[in-house]
Nanobody, 126 residues
Framework: QVQLVESGGGLVQAGGSLRLSCAAS????????MGWFRQAPGKVREFVAA????????DYLDSVKGRFTIYRDNAKNTVYLQMNRLKPEDKAVYYC???????????????????WGQGTQVTVAA
């Protein structure tokens, strides 16, 4: 069982930056593939970024490539999403998710992930 707690959301002006954190419980964090998803009002939850258990492989939604960076610190049981040059269309609730997997292959589908955090709101003012 893994519990995930996100933090770091907030209100930022367009062009600004935020860093989201997701702290995981448990002693096997380094065996989990981690993802970030987001859900805007009235829209389906979509994949944003993911990182393999070792941290050696990352994957991004095209619209955030070059602006967002996912990374993890397995010693701290935490995964991060650094978001730069934020745009109003990035506004959403951001969720952290975990899947027990040592694969380096991209994993973008929501139903591949077993554990979810409660979400953190990101609002970008134009």
């Amino acid at each position: 069982q893994v519990q995930l707690v996100e933090s770091g959301g907030g209100l930022v002006q367009a062009g600004g930056s935020l860093r989201l954190s997701c702290a995981a419980s448990g002693r096997t964090f380094s065996s989990y593939f981690m993802g970030w998803f987001r859900q805007a009002p009235g829209k389906v939850r979509e994949f944003v970024a993911a990182i393999s258990a070792s941290g050696g492989s990352t994957d991004y939604l095209d619209s955030v490539k070059g602006r967002f960076t996912i990374y993890r610190d397995n010693a701290k049981n935490t995964v991060y999403l650094q978001m730069n040059r934020l745009k109003p269309e990035d506004k959403a609730v951001y969720y952290c998710a975990a899947k027990l997997s040592l694969s380096d292959l991209p994993q973008r589908r929501k139903n591949e992930y077993s554990y979810w955090g409660q979400g953190t709101q990101v609002t970008v003012a134009a």
